[in-house]
Every structure is written in structure tokens, then in C-alpha cells.
């Protein structure tokens, strides 16, 4: 079978930058990374996060995510409490919703802080705008992050309150699988998933689990479920002295990686393929091969009934929902 070769990286940086509007092919959909080295003050993260969704926007991107807590990296566990939001309430949330609507894009906010049910945690949750500036789907992570290398350690337990349910998402572009950074490491999450066409994978890892395990990872998770996997991620250093490993990617379900941002802030593109996907569904029927199920956790599936169109699977004109 003959694979598609990975596209030429368009990098887009806020200051200056310029995207190539190359339009999408019929039958396919434009998805946007973005990569950004967010720090401890919301206010200046949501400029530049508006900056680099308005050039995703001028390259022709219809779906935008962003990377996990893109609205703050503090120097402290205290500074992201401060920062949490009740939902349907606060900066962040307007903002996103703001800027769904105003570009009539679907756009995901790789994770907010949000109210836990204890004073000094959140939950980190992924939040889905679509085209109306609606939230139409709240993920909160399950996996919370653990390390200790003796002078490298993280214990997310400590700040973030676990979520407890899979959620998915039907959209124009398919069915989304809403994911969150150490998620990545857990292949059952997303074989609860009822079939999935398009995985997110919001993250922030560190530099040293980045390099030795991301790609790897995500193309993996690609692979397994014939998916495309968009993941943004944090990427430089952090004023709080932690480094981030980068790499935003986006990869189509034979585990080619279609466009990539090592370091730095940035949009990561790439058109989806329906016709393309069942193709490959087709020809390597894996996910009807499936013998052991994954039940634990029920899985959420958000129906989303507004006007939008959703591609043909064919390839042909879109087709209404």
C-alpha cells in the first residue's frame, strides 16, 4: 500500500509570520496545531494564543487546538488555583468561545483550570467551541502525571483533582476522542472509545519524557485506531524553570507525520481525509478485529446538532448531519 508522503512544515510564528493559504482538497478538512511556551500571566497567553488562531485561521483551518493549560503555566500550584474558572464562566472560557465564533471555527482549548471540588485543586479541562462560540463538550483528564528522577519531579496529584468519564465528541470533521498529555501512556482510554476518527492529545510533556517517548506515542495511538491524532503541546521554557518538549504534531492513521513544530510557538498544519481514513479501514479492517473490549468506563458521546456540514466519507461534497 502506498503511504502518503509527510507535508512540508508551515511553521507560523506570532511576530511577523505569514502562513500559506493553500486551500484544502474537496472532501477534506484543514486542522491546526498550536505550540505555544505559555507562562504565569493569562492575560499575555490569550494574545498570543489569539495571534497564532488567527494565522491557523488565514492557512484555511477549520478545527484548532490548543495545548494543555495554553492559558497559564505558573510559577507555582498556587498561581493556577488563583487562575481557575467556574464552567461556562471567566476570561478563559470567553475567550474561547469568543474566538470560535468570531473565525466560525470549531476550536478546542487543549485545557482549563476549572473549579474542583476541593479549595486548592482544579480540574484540567479540554473544552470544544464549535462554530457558534457554543461549549459543546467538557473533558476533565483521568491520568494525572508522576515522575521522579531525583532532580526532576512532578506529582500532578498534588494540584489537579482526576477526572472520571471518556468523552467523545460527534463534529463536522467525524468523531472527536477528547485526550490530555499523560493520557497519551494509556491505550485502554482510547479503546473505550467508541470508534474514533480524530484523536486529540493536548499536552505539556517534559523535555525528558518528550524526547525518549512522544513521537512514539502519538504515532503509536495513530496506528492502533486508524485515526488522526492532532497533538499540540507546550514547547521552550517556562519562566517557572521547567522545559517543555515541543514537537507539535499532526498524524494521519497510517502513522505518518504530517506536519511538525520542533521548539518554539508556532501552528502546526495539515488537511484530514476522510475518504483516505476508509480507505485504510478498508484494506487493514484492525478495529473489526478487536477481541478484548475495554468497558470500565463508559464512554460520553456528545451529539452535536447544529447547521454544520460533516465531509463524505467518499470524498465527494459535504453532506449535511
Known amino acids: 500500500m502506498t503511504t502518503k508522503k509527510p507535508a512540508r512544515p508551515s511553521v507560523a510564528r506570532p511576530k511577523g ?14 486542522v491546526a496545531a498550536i505550540q505555544m511556551a505559555s507562562g504565569p500571566s493569562v492575560a499575555s497567553n490569550l494574545a498570543e494564543a489569539e495571534q497564532l488562531i488567527e494565522l491557523a485561521v488565514e492557512a484555511g483551518a477549520r478545527l484548532i487546538v490548543l495545548p494543555e493549560f495554553f492559558c497559564i503555566m505558573g510559577m507555582k500550584d498556587a498561581d493556577v488555583v488563583k487562575a481557575r474558572e467556574a464552567e461556562g464562566r ?9 474566538m470560535a465564533k468570531k473565525h466560525q471555527v470549531w476550536l478546542i482549548g487543549g485545557s482549563v483550570p476549572l473549579e474542583a471540588s476541593v ?18 463538550a467538557r473533558y476533565d483528564k483521568i491520568h494525572l502525571f508522576g515522575l521522579d528522577l531525583g532532580n526532576e519531579r512532578y506529582q500532578e496529584a498534588k494540584l489537579i483533582e482526576p477526572g472520571d468519564k ?5 463534529s463536522p470533521f467525524g468523531r472527536i476522542g477528547l485526550s490530555i498529555c499523560y493520557d497519551l501512556r494509556f491505550p485502554e482510554l482510547y ?14 510533556f517534559t523535555a525528558t519524557t518528550g524526547r525518549a517517548h512522544f513521537e512514539t506515542l502519538i ?11 492532532i497533538a499540540p503541546a507546550q514547547g521552550g521554557y517556562h519562566l517557572a524553570g521547567r522545559e517543555t518538549h515541543g514537537d507539535s504534531m499532526i498524524v ?50 456528545v451529539e452535536h446538532h447544529a447547521t454544520a456540514k460533516r465531509l463524505s466519507p467518499n470524498g465527494g461534497e459535504p453532506i449535511a448531519k
Open 252 to 301: 494521519d492513521p497510517w502513522g505518518v507525520v504530517l506536519d511538525r513544530l520542533p521548539r518554539g510557538s508556532g501552528v502546526v498544519i495539515a488537511n484530514i481525509n476522510p475518504a483516505y481514513q476508509a480507505s485504510l479501514r478498508k484494506s487493514l479492517p484492525a478495529l473489526k478485529h478487536r477481541f478484548i473490549t475495554c468497558r470500565q468506563i463508559k464512554a460520553d458521546v
Open 90 to 98: 471567566g476570561p478563559v472560557q470567553t475567550f474561547l468561545s469568543r
Open 191 to 204: 479503546r473505550a472509545m467508541p470508534d474514533v476518527d480524530i484523536i486529540v492529545v493536548p499536552s505539556a
Open 17 to 30: 509570520a505569514q502562513v500559506k493559504k493553500s486551500a484544502p482538497q474537496v472532501g477534506t478538512a484543514r
Open 166 to 170: 471518556i468523552v467523545v465528541v460527534n
Open 119 to 136: 479549595a486548592n485543586k482544579v480540574r484540567n479541562s479540554c473544552l470544544v467551541y464549535d462554530e457558534r462560540g457554543k461549549q459543546v
Open 219 to 229: 504515532r503509536a495511538r495513530a496506528i492502533e485506531n486508524l485515526a488522526y491524532v
